[in-house]
T-cell receptor, first 115, second 114 residues
Framework: QQQVKQSPQSLIVQKGGIPIINCAYE??????FPWYQQFPGKGPALLIA?????SEKKEGRFTISFNKSAKQFSLHIMDSQPGDSATYFC??????????????FGTGTRLQVTL | NAGVTQTPKFRILKIGQSMTLQCTQD?????MYWYRQDPGMGLKLIYY???????DKGEVPNGYNVSRSTTEDFPLRLELAAPSQTSVYFC?????????????FGSGTQLSVL
């Protein structure tokens, strides 16, 4: 059973557009929702993360929107640039005192930003 | 700081061969993880460690083994390579916890089993 479902699989936008990537989860116990960015030949790198006590978080051109009741969260990239072309992964985890939190990743979205 | 370093970057194995994927980090992180990445499947957790001498299974541990004798090193061992183990393997270490949690990934090892 997939714990987090990510869509779309791929996305092409023009420079300046606002790509939106969505993730949905089932387990309401999850309490940490990061997004990772991966360039070809590199490992993923943390982009931005949110906790369920807020509905939105912005860092530069990247925004996470979080809908706790719908169990969904999404990544918006404002004024997208060709340099944003990468694969984006959402992830979920649950922090349990005394144990290691373990991220469960979505299947990834390949974003291409064209000129 | 070099961060998380993985070797080798590429490897081709024959079915039944064994190998060790090396991972070392210089950030003094206690938590370390091994993931595999298959096309269209995201990253799946193989094994993780919360400190030297302590390891535990992740989601897909079959066919793999790990050890953690030092804080810095977390090697992944494939004993009898199978085609199903063809994948890209990523090692990661974790800084902080809760709101400050952040995973640092290596650049990966691309493994083909033929």
């Amino acid at each position: 059973q997939q714990q987090v479902k990510q869509s779309p699989q791929s996305l092409i936008v023009q420079k300046g557009g606002i790509p939106i990537i969505n993730c949905a989860y089932e387990n309401t116990a999850f309490d940490y929702f990061p997004w990772y960015q991966q360039f070809p030949g590199k490992g993923p790198a943390l982009l931005i993360a949110i906790r369920p006590d807020v509905s939105e978080k912005k860092e530069g051109r990247f925004t996470i929107s979080f809908n706790k009741s719908a169990k969904q969260f999404s990544l918006h990239i404002m004024d997208s640039q060709p340099g944003d072309s990468a694969t984006y992964f959402c992830a979920v985890s649950r922090e349990v005192t005394g144990t290691a939190s373990k991220l469960t990743f979505g299947t990834g979205t390949r974003l291409q930003v064209t000129l | 700081n070099a961060g998380v370093t993985q070797t080798p970057k590429f490897r081709i194995l024959k079915i039944g061969q064994s190998m060790t994927l090396q991972c070392t980090q210089d950030m003094n992180h206690n938590y370390m993880y091994w993931y595999r990445q298959d096309p269209g499947m995201g990253l799946k957790l193989i094994y993780y460690s919360v400190g030297a001498g302590i390891t535990d299974k992740g989601e897909v541990p079959n066919g793999y083994n790990v050890s953690r004798s030092t804080t810095e090193d977390f090697p992944l061992r494939l004993e009898l390579a199978a085609p199903s183990q063809t994948s890209v393997y990523f090692c990661a270490s974790r800084r902080g916890q809760g709101r400050n949690e952040k995973l640092f990934f290596g650049s990966g090892t691309q493994l083909s089993v033929l």
